[in-house]
């Protein structure tokens, strides 16, 4: 473990694992088969990433999109941990290029769909590769579409097998009991040896709604949403149409607003991604698809169009939301009907038996189906075998009633009447005994029962530490640590250093702003530099221009009145490098937000500015 925290901290910059990501990483490094369920946001990469560098060797991820695949890649690859992927888009040179660096076993992570996985396994056989370790990304979309859109995703125990029985790691963001179950059987694990690692999903910082609409005024509903100070929200619409045409609505009345599905090319989409990542769009509009891709720690709200198809995909997306630990709502706009749509798409996914009978023993009846319920026909055809006589409908009535009683679960939540985070966490197989936020129990996000001041400071704590994401897009510290540092402040940074989820590097690097944001100064100075990075205090000195000046007079007094103590290191070089203007932005801003975008080197796109900016504590990416 502790060269795993070395390659956490060289690699992601980190003293330590998060909790959830400790316990992982060790049972990975033991060699040991492991499922992981996190909840979105609590860092899943990191638990097979690292591995991958301390055990060395090639490590395979199977991930479902190649659009997760290429940010995953670029994320790492910034990280300084070598990776690639293996996807249909390359050209034959680039193929040759990861297979090269394969065999000279310079690659750590090689990202592979299920089905890549299945034709190159022998190939990687054939080449004496051994991978280390074999990683399932994403892992419930075994059970979600590995019976009928990906049948690879159940063939990756035969793939594995072929690989030499690698060590597995399985990771989702979201699986019930029977998902769970069936990921680990697909696989190939015998259940009894399988560590699996489950944590809870009830994230205390995400508010839970449902708006009902009539039909035409879903529009309304969204609009009345963006209206609040929800700025930073991803709408999930289920086609390209709709979210060509909800974007379009949306930015006609004012907002800076993008669609964002497969439809678009590659250069575009990242266009929108960089807007959206450097708060230059207010909002995405997403089909469900490609919204998985959208990792941005401070969206506020995140808006379903209508009913998604499981409980499963609406808590994965809409766990989009928050995931800087900070106040987020999670609102889905619903009318009864919208389920219809869905059990339509059974009869597609499912044709009746007849139908299916019919068209296997006539092929000018299966040339008259839709191309859709074709494929589908075909599609049973191979996996049930008519010709060989006595058809078992018994595997597809039975994934046909799994599908009926998700779409059934879904819509039990927007239509129930008890408390919304009850029912969801509930279906997962968790039982909650306090809500934290939701319509139905009209709570206040978790700080119910807390006395004002002490709201007070851990709203500012969490301002205060909002720009400080960790790899796993959170709030440096756990809500529990925020709770009990706002309840107790620390009068010192070595009283700091001796909080329980603190300790001495997190008191070292950042003790001054904790403090800073407790009201605690210590040996009386003035935090001046470092107050300029908690937005909630530059908002404050906007408004209020003898601050501003207190704030001036402390920059020009330089370090030595102030103490290096109470000034964040990096971003006093960048003022003294020119880099940060901040007396023009002081001069010119409305608001704290547009007071960013003037400070000269964080608005700007370089990366030498971003590094700098990144190291001072802005931005977050
Ligand atoms: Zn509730």
């Known amino acids: 473990m502790s060269r795993a925290r070395a390659a956490l901290s060289r690699h992601f910059g980190y003293p330590d694992f998060r909790p959830a990501q400790a316990g992982v990483v060790r049972s990975v490094l033991t060699g040991q088969d492991t499922l992981a369920v996190l909840p979105t946001g609590a860092g899943k990469s990191v638990c097979f990433q690292v591995p991958a560098v301390v055990l060395g060797g090639l490590t395979l991820v199977v991930s479902p999109l190649i659009s997760l695949m290429q940010d995953q890649v670029a994320a790492a690859s910034a990280r300084g941990i070598a990776a690639a992927a293996l996807t249909s888009g390359l050209t034959a040179e680039e193929q040759a290029a990861v297979w090269d660096r394969i065999e000279t076993g310079a690659l750590r992570l090689l990202y592979l769909s299920p089905e890549r996985l299945e034709r190159t396994a022998g190939e990687l056989r054939e080449r004496g590769v051994r991978p280390a370790l074999l990683a399932v990304d994403e892992a419930h979309c075994i059970a979600e579409w590995g019976h009928d859109f990906r049948p690879s995703y159940r063939r990756l125990g035969a793939a594995r097998y072929r690989l030499g029985r690698p060590p597995v790691v399985a990771l989702t963001g979201s699986a019930t009991p029977a998902v769970r179950r069936e990921i680990t059987r697909s696989l190939g694990l015998p259940a009894d040896r399988v560590a699996v690692h489950l944590f809870s999903f009830d994230r205390a910082n995400l508010w839970f709604g449902v708006v ?174 008519p010709q060989l006589g006595g058809v078992d409908w018994s595997p597809v009535r039975d994934r046909r009633r799994q599908a009926e009683d998700r779409i059934a679960a879904v819509e039990a939540y927007a239509a129930g009447r008890g408390c919304r985070r009850r029912a969801l966490v509930g279906y997962f197989g968790e039982r909650l005994d306090r809500c934290a936020g939701c319509d139905r129990c009209r709570a206040a996000p978790s700080t119910r029962g807390v006395p004002a001041p002490v709201v007070r400071r851990l709203n500012r704590l969490r301002q205060a530490l909002g720009g400080r994401a960790g790899p796993w897009g959170g709030c440096l510290l756990e809500p529990a640590v925020l709770l009990q540092l706002a309840r107790n402040p620390p009068a010192t940074a070595a009283a700091l250093a001796d909080v329980p989820g603190v300790g001495p590097a997190i008191a070292e690097r950042y003790g001054g702003l904790i403090l800073g944001a407790l009201e605690r100064v210590p040996d009386g100075r003035v935090p001046a530099v470092e107050v300029m990075i908690n937005t909630a205090y530059i908002r404050e000195c906007i408004l209020v221009p003898e601050k501003t000046r207190s704030i001036r007079d402390a920059i020009s007094a330089g370090t030595s009145q102030y103490g290096m103590q109470t000034f964040d290191q990096s971003l006093w070089d960048l003022f003294q490098a020119g880099l940060v203007n901040y007396e023009t932005a002081l001069d010119n801003a409305s608001n704290a937000d547009d007071f960013k975008l003037r400070m000269q080197g964080i608005s700007s796109t370089s990366d030498a500015s971003k590094n700098a900016m990144q190291a001072a504590g802005f931005g977050g990416r």
Not at 229 to 249: H, K, N, Q
Not at 333 to 352: G, S
């Open 212 to 385: 009902s609409v009539n039909g035409r005024d879903r529009l309304d509903a969204l609009l009345g949403l963006l209206r609040g100070d929800d700025r930073m929200a991803i709408v999930y619409a289920p086609t390209r149409g709709l979210t060509e045409s909800i974007a379009r609505a949306v930015a006609t009345a004012g907002h800076r607003a993008a669609p964002y599905h497969a439809g678009l090319d590659r250069a575009r989409r990242a266009a929108i991604l960089d807007a959206f990542l450097d708060d230059r769009l207010d909002l995405v509009v997403a089909t469900c698809a490609f919204g998985m891709g959208i990792d941005k720690p401070s969206v506020r709200l995140v808006v379903h169009w209508t009913l998604p198809p499981t409980p499963e995909s609406y808590y994965q997306e809409a766990g989009r939301a928050g995931r800087d630990g900070e106040f987020a709502r999670c609102v889905l706009l619903y009318h009864p009907r919208d389920a219809e749509l869905h059990r339509r798409q059974l009869d597609v996914t499912f044709p009746p038996a007849r139908t299916l009978e019919q068209a296997w023993a006539d092929p000018a009846a299966m040339a008259r189906l839709p191309a859709n319920v074709r494929a589908s026909a075909e599609r049973l055809r191979s996996e049930l075998r």
